[in-house]
Each structure stands twice: as structure tokens, then as C-alpha cells.
């Protein structure tokens, strides 16, 4: 007994973590969608380096990747028994080492990520909270490790812009609290250490930087510029395609994106991620082309997921619909109601267009596809035309001044504007439409930049206390990142 004691305490102290070259270059096939190569490599090092526990940290993005993308229960019920076996192995790992907490930390988090495609809130919400203990737990003990707080950055920056309806998950979790700015400070660190040590985690931080400036910093211009300079390829990495394209498409740069979707690679080689086609089909869109419908269809034919179907679909609809054919807009909207399913926003909205079976306005519609594009002129122009008192019904009248509030503000000009933000909000408070809510979110950003505070806050307050049937809960949460802003700015005053 006391040998077999012995042996067993001898194999745990030959436990080391490190990311050998070999595992690294495992991390940049699997983060390149390479995955049968990367399992190659995964395979490989378990027999060359069997006490290197990091080769589970690194097997885990396989399985991330996989069910994230796909979102195929199936494979999401069958792949969950990898967790808790690499979870128990890097346990087994030196305990004066700091890869230990921030390696099992990873692996919940991404799990966590993995349960919303599956609406597993409870069980999400709960390995939040196993890994925000364990990466804080791991700053106390090694406070000069770097590797924490490129998960601690983004949490810190998003828990105060969680919606009303998940705040009972940050209960769960407990002591959680922290900034929109702490977390960029917190990325910032990271990426400063990383401009003088080779981390292997450079590119992935530089990602999630630039899609905090994009969506809880309102810095869409520098997370145009710093996601421009991360050194990614979209000719030969998928996820790096769609980063690029992503921020491309959210700033009004489509045809930046329309070049860089061009070059998306594909293949065996690679886990199909057809959400590419559905990107490029989307940009095609905004600029009124007439081939984007086969890059949609390529998503609705390919795809087995169940996330953006029906958004996919009502997009399928309206690009039928300016191209003057009804009867198609008609027939995928029908498809619209059946299928896929309603856990986003997106497909939320769509899901109510379709049952209210209101045909939109094509020349509405065609404004905001272009502007969406970045196409601001053309979108100017065409509103132009038409006069607010051409429009028969309130719902009409108001997405008229909406869409003019947003080219104006798109093209910088701020007192037009804001004028027509301000009708918006005067007529359709009590509105179901998202328009007013959006309108007042982006009066609080205009102000914002204006260095007004008290007038920002009275807008985002304003967008908080509406309750529009589409897009609230992405809405309320920009507006409570505003507001975070906001008191991070009185902070630093006083």
C-alpha cells in the first residue's frame, strides 16, 4: 500500500503545464477551424508530452468550436462528457503552478458559452460563477500572471450591462462586480505584456477587445482599427474572416467586408461555417445587389443549427421584396413561422413580422438596407424623395424620421439628427416599435461624445423605461453600458 502510494504521489509531481510548440501550433489549427488537424495534434502530444495537462485546455476549443457553431444537441449531449474527465486530469496538475485555476476557469467558461445555444441558463450561470472564483482565487496567488484577465477583462466589462431578465444569474454567481472601463484596462494589460512575451492567447484577446469597444464602449471606429490591426487572415482562418467581416458589417463598412468575405476559405480541411455565406449574402443585401439571395440560401440549405433561421429567412423575404417579387416575400416569411427558433433578438423580430403579416414599405425598407451598408448617400437620396407626409400610417411616419435621425448621424450631421431622434421619441414613446427606444439610446451616445453628460443620462434613462416588442434586450443593454460609461467618467472627475 504505502508503494502504491508512493508511485501514485510520483506520476502526480511529473504533472507540468506548458504550451509547448507543439501545442501551440495544435491552437492555431483548431482556432483556424482545422479541427481534424488539430485532434492529429492533440492525439500526438498526449502520447509525446502524456504529463503536459495545457493539451486539455487546448482539446476543449475542439469541442467549443464544434457546438457553438453547429448547435446540434445532439453533438452538444454527446460532447459534454469530455468536460469533468479533462477537468479531473488538469486537477492532478502542480499546485504552486498558475495555469492550474486559470486552465479549469477556461474550460468552464467556455462550456458556459456553449450551454446558451441550448438556453441551459442555470448550469451556465453556474460554471460563471466556478470560473470567476477561480481566476480571482488565482490573482490573489499569482498576481503577476497575466493570463487571468483575458477572461476577468471581458467579465468585469460586461456584469453591468446584463438585461433585466438574467439579472437573477449574476445572483447566482454572487460577488461579481466591475466596469466597463476595468475591463478594458484589465485587456489592455494583457495586450501590453503580450507586445514583449510570446502569449499564446494574443489574438484571441485582441479579438475580444475590439468587439468590447464595439458593443459596450461605443467606439465602433477604433474597434474597426484595432480588429484591422490584430494580424488576422481571412484567407486562411474562418473565425478571423468572420471577426473582420463582423466588425466590418457593424460599422457601415460593407464593401470592406464584401473583400474580405471574398476571401473566406473553405474546404474539407474545415469545420463548415456557413455563417460566412449568410454575412456575405447580408452585405450583397445592403448594397441592393441581385446575387445576395444564393449566399442566403447556401446558409438556409447548409446550415443544421437553429439560431438566425428565421432572421435568415425574413432577410431571404426582403431582398424578394424590393426586387419586386411579393409573392416570394410572401412564401419566406411563411418560412419565416416554422422554422428554427426564437432565442435571439434577431429572430425574435422576424418571428413578428412574419405573424403580423404586415408587408413593409419597399422604399423604408430599401433606406434601411442601405444604410446598414454604410451606403448613407444613396440611403439620403432615397428618402429624399419621398416626403414623411407621403406615409399613411403612424408606424411608417416614424420609422421615416428614425432612418433620417440615423443618416444624418451617420454623416455626422448632429442637429439633424437629433431633430429627427427627437420626433421619433415625441411620437412613438408608447409605441410598440423599437424606433423611439433606439432613437433615445443614440441621443444618449451623440451626447455622450458631446461631453454632456446630464443630457446622455437622461436619454439612456429613457431608452431603459421603454419596452419595445423588438430588440429590447439588446437596446437596454447598450443604454446600461452608456450609463456605465457615465459613471466610470464621474469617477475619474471627481
Given amino acids: 500500500m504505502v508503494l502504491l502510494c508512493s508511485l501514485i504521489s510520483q506520476t502526480q509531481a511529473q504533472y507540468y503545464f506548458e504550451y509547448s510548440p507543439l501545442t501551440k ?33 487546448i482539446e476543449n476549443y475542439i469541442d467549443f468550436f464544434r457546438i457553438f457553431i453547429n448547435e446540434e444537441e445532439e453533438e452538444f449531449e454527446a460532447l459534454e462528457l469530455n468536460k469533468n474527465t479533462r477537468l479531473d486530469m488538469i486537477r492532478q496538475g502542480p499546485k504552486d503552478s498558475p495555469y492550474l485555476l486559470f486552465c479549469e476557469a477556461e474550460i468552464q467558461l467556455q462550456w458556459a458559452l456553449a450551454r446558451l445555444k ?10 460563471v460563477s466556478k470560473a470567476y472564483k477561480q481566476l480571482e482565487k488565482n490573482m490573489e496567488q499569482f498576481p503577476d500572471f497575466k ?104 460599422t457601415g463598412r460593407s464593401e470592406e467586408a464584401l473583400q474580405i468575405l471574398s476571401e473566406k476559405p473553405s474546404g474539407d480541411a474545415y469545420l463548415p461555417f456557413y455563417y460566412l455565406d449568410l454575412l456575405q449574402g447580408y452585405a450583397l443585401m445592403y448594397k441592393l445587389d441581385p446575387s445576395a439571395d444564393m449566399y442566403i440560401e447556401t446558409y438556409l440549405n447548409n446550415y443544421r443549427g437553429v439560431n438566425l433561421i428565421k432572421d435568415a429567412y425574413q432577410k431571404l423575404a426582403w431582398y424578394y421584396l424590393v426586387n419586386g417579387n411579393s409573392i416570394a416575400y410572401q412564401n419566406n416569411m411563411r418560412l419565416c413561422k416554422i422554422r428554427g427558433n426564437t432565442l435571439v433578438d434577431s429572430d425574435k423580430s422576424a418571428m413578428k ?14 433606406a434601411r438596407l442601405l444604410f446598414d451598408g454604410g451606403y448613407y448617400q444613396e440611403a439620403r437620396e432615397m428618402l429624399m424623395d419621398t416626403p414623411v407626409n407621403t406615409y399613411e400610417n403612424t408606424r411608417d411616419r416614424l420609422e421615416y424620421a428614425y432612418r433620417l435621425g440615423r443618416i444624418n448621424h451617420a454623416a455626422k450631421d448632429i442637429p439633424e439628427a437629433i431633430h429627427h431622434y427627437n420626433y421619433s421619441i415625441a411620437f412613438g414613446i408608447n409605441a410598440p416599435y423599437f424606433y423611439a427606444c433606439n432613437a433615445a439610446l443614440q441621443c444618449g451616445n451623440i451626447y455622450e461624445k458631446l461631453d454632456e453628460p446630464k443630457e446622455a443620462k437622461r436619454y439612456f434613462d429613457l431608452c431603459l423605461s421603454m419596452n419595445p416588442e423588438d430588440y429590447k434586450t439588446s437596446l437596454h443593454q447598450k443604454a446600461k453600458a452608456g450609463l456605465n460609461r457615465l459613471k466610470e467618467r464621474d469617477k475619474q472627475i471627481k
Fill in 353 to 366: 413580422e412574419a405573424s403580423k403579416e404586415v408587408i413593409p414599405n419597399t422604399t423604408l425598407l430599401s
Fill in 118 to 127: 441550448f438556453e441551459e441558463y442555470f448550469t451556465a450561470f453556474t460554471e
Fill in 147 to 250: 493570463g487571468n484577465l483575458k477572461s476577468l477583462g471581458i467579465l468585469h466589462a460586461i456584469v453591468g450591462t446584463v438585461p433585466d431578465n438574467y439579472k437573477w444569474g449574476l445572483k447566482l454567481i454572487g460577488r461579481l462586480d466591475g466596469t466597463i472601463a476595468q475591463g478594458k484596462r484589465e485587456l489592455e494589460e494583457v495586450l501590453a505584456f503580450s507586445l514583449h512575451h510570446d502569449f499564446i492567447f494574443e489574438q484571441e484577446t485582441k479579438v475580444s477587445y475590439a468587439f468590447l469597444l464595439l458593443h459596450l464602449d461605443n467606439k465602433s471606429d477604433l474597434a474597426w482599427k484595432t480588429i484591422n490591426k490584430a494580424d488576422l487572415d481571412p484567407s486562411t482562418n474562418p473565425l478571423a474572416c468572420f471577426a473582420l467581416a463582423n466588425i466590418a458589417m457593424r
Fill in 25 to 57: 501550433e495544435a491552437y492555431k489549427k483548431i482556432t483556424s477551424l482545422r479541427l481534424d488537424e488539430g485532434r492529429v495534434l492533440i492525439d500526438s502530444i498526449k502520447k509525446t508530452e502524456p504529463n503536459n495537462l495545457c493539451v486539455y485546455h
